[in-house]
């Protein structure tokens, strides 16, 4: 049994009541599942934010705080056991305790994402872990600010953004269709090569594959779907194109059973994530006074960041500058904190799971093996009976490094499991950002109040007046 406090009953971690158990169900789960854990309903979204669905589940976790003490609590759902966690300290012992005795490869998690990516890391085993964890470390280069290919995803961007902007010239307008269009074949160049652009089938068949996901095992899984998804994400691999994660994916040593070909849809379909953290970003870098003044300035101003950077591994929001390059992708410290405040505030993964594979004991008592183990990020971000900051657009909470005696903010998860590409994220989300902030004046259509924001953004939904100039 895996101890956190020795010597207590064993009797069985507390059940919620039953109008306790229906509360949590409609105000807390309901909302990422509603929304579509695996792809994003945007009509749902766009009602969620309309009824501000994210505030009324921080509103209910903290109610159980004050009528369960620090808990954890068990729902009651019949033939599932899962416990949500309510106190700060089991935040971190459940991250940093696995993949044993808690295990990010859920029940619900292989139900949805082994519709595509049966072979991902986040889905394995604990002894399959361990060749496919490293290989996605490696090709992501996990503990690097400036990966690799900075120099190659700058090119890209750039032009990128430029043809967005170009077109939104035409009506004057930026929306979430155009920012869409834009994205997606940016991430094809990054992940893929330059010859991806247009090849709107494989994100077309990843998005099928999606939706089936959505739906976890009340769908069956299409395996000629599958085969031909990933038969085309062999092609980029053999094709290697230079530059691109694929030519890492073929250049880098791998056992066979790291399932190479199959970590990349998770790459894919995690970018999406960073579409709406970016765009959510720019809303508040537009509506917060002198913000996208001052990361302008950052950007004249900054120092290049050689490619070969290194960081301590825990900093989030700094990309520590290397030996300056002459004209190297550069360190934009406000920018990357900015991302991460916009995914403190409206987290990506809502829901961080984890099982337990043995008995676990805690402060009221004990969890069987095979528990699923609930964080609801957005009650750690956005408790505003703990965190000073919590409604209000705090780049300077990302300005060191968090370690376990602070509050869990925990955007990318944590310990083991952590995303192994948040870096990846904040750089390449850091130069759309610069890029669209040094090419063009945005405005919001609807400016945030950034002292009092609203738990709940639809991505979808927000306009961006542009002008040159
Ligand atoms: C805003 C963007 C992103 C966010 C917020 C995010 C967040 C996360 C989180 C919370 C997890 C852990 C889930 C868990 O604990 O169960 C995770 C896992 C993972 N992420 Fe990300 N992610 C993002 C984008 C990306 C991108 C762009 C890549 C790759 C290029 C990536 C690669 C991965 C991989 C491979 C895993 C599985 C790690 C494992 O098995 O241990 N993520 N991500």
């Known amino acids: 049994m895996s101890d956190a406090t020795p010597n207590l009953p064993d009797a069985a971690v507390p059940s919620l009541s039953p109008v306790d158990h229906a509360r949590v169900l409609t105000r807390v789960l309901l909302s990422p599942v509603v929304k579509g854990p695996i792809v994003?309903?945007?009509?749902?979204?766009?009602?969620?934010?309309?009824?501000d669905l994210d505030s009324a589940g921080v509103a209910e976790m903290q109610r159980l705080r004050s009528r369960y003490g620090a808990g954890p609590v068990q729902l009651r759902i019949p033939g599932r056991r899962i416990a949500l966690l309510l106190a700060p300290e089991d935040v971190h012992r459940v991250l940093n305790e696995g993949p044993e005795p808690f295990s990010p490869a859920t029940l619900e998690k292989r139900g949805a994402l082994n519709h595509f990516e049966p072979g991902s890391s986040l889905v394995s085993s604990a002894q399959q872990r361990l060749s496919r964890r490293p290989f996605n470390e490696q090709v992501l280069e996990t503990d690097r600010p400036v990966h690799s290919h900075a120099e190659q995803m700058t090119a890209i961007i750039t032009e990128e953004v430029e043809a967005l902007l170009g077109h939104a010239d035409f009506t004057g307008t930026l929306d979430w269709d155009g920012f869409a269009v834009m994205?997606?074949?940016?991430?094809?160049?990054?992940?893929?090569?330059?010859?991806?652009?247009?090849?709107?089938?494989v994100t077309d068949d990843l998005r099928r594959l999606r939706d089936r996901g959505n739906l976890s095992y009340l769908m069956p899984q299409n395996r000629r779907l599958r085969e031909r998804f990933l038969g085309r994400l062999q092609v980029y691999v053999d094709r290697a194109e230079p530059g691109s994660l694929a030519a890492?994916?073929?250049?880098?040593?791998?056992?066979?059973?790291?399932?190479?070909?199959?970590?990349?849809?998770?790459?894919?379909?995690?970018?999406d994530a960073e579409a709406w953290a970016t765009f959510r970003a720019l809303a508040l870098l537009v509506s917060h006074p002198g913000a996208a003044e001052d990361a302008r300035a950052e950007m004249a101003g900054a120092v290049p960041a050689s490619p070969g950077a290194e960081a301590a591994p825990r900093t989030e929001g700094r990309a520590d500058a290397g030996p300056a390059g002459p004209c190297g992708p550069r360190d934009q410290p406000l920018l990357r904190a900015a991302v991460l405040e916009?995914?403190?505030?409206?987290?990506?993964?809502p829901l961080i799971l984890r099982d337990s594979t043995a008995d676990t004991r805690w402060r009221n008592g004990t969890l069987?093996?095979?528990?699923?183990?609930?964080?609801?990020?957005?009650?750690?971000?956005?408790?505003?009976?703990?965190?000073?900051?919590?409604?209000?657009?705090?780049?300077?909470?990302?300005?060191?490094?968090?370690?376990?005696?602070?509050?869990?903010?925990?955007?990318?998860?944590?310990?083991?499991?952590?995303?192994?590409?948040?870096n990846v994220v904040l750089l390449t989300a850091s130069l759309v950002l610069g890029e669209m902030l040094r090419q063009r004046r945005l405005t919001a259509e609807k400016p945030l109040d950034t002292g009092k924001l609203p738990g709940t953004l639809s991505p979808f939904h927000l306009r961006f007046a542009v002008r040159r100039g």
């Open 40 to 51: 994003r309903r945007p009509r749902v979204v766009g009602l969620a934010e309309r009824i």
């Open 183 to 201: 994205w997606g074949r940016m991430i094809r160049r990054i992940v893929l090569g330059n010859g991806a652009r247009e090849d709107d089938q």
């Open 248 to 271: 890492m994916v073929a250049q880098t040593p791998a056992p066979a059973d790291a399932e190479p070909v199959q970590q990349m849809p998770q790459w894919l379909f995690a970018f």
């Open 342 to 349: 916009s995914l403190r505030l409206w987290p990506t993964t």
């Open 368 to 422: 069987p093996a095979g528990a699923g183990l609930v964080i609801f990020a957005p009650f750690f971000h956005r408790d505003d009976q703990t965190l000073p900051e919590a409604h209000r657009f705090s780049p300077e909470l990302w300005s060191g490094d968090r370690d376990d005696s602070d509050w869990p903010l925990v955007p990318f998860s944590g310990g083991p499991g952590m995303c192994p590409g948040r």
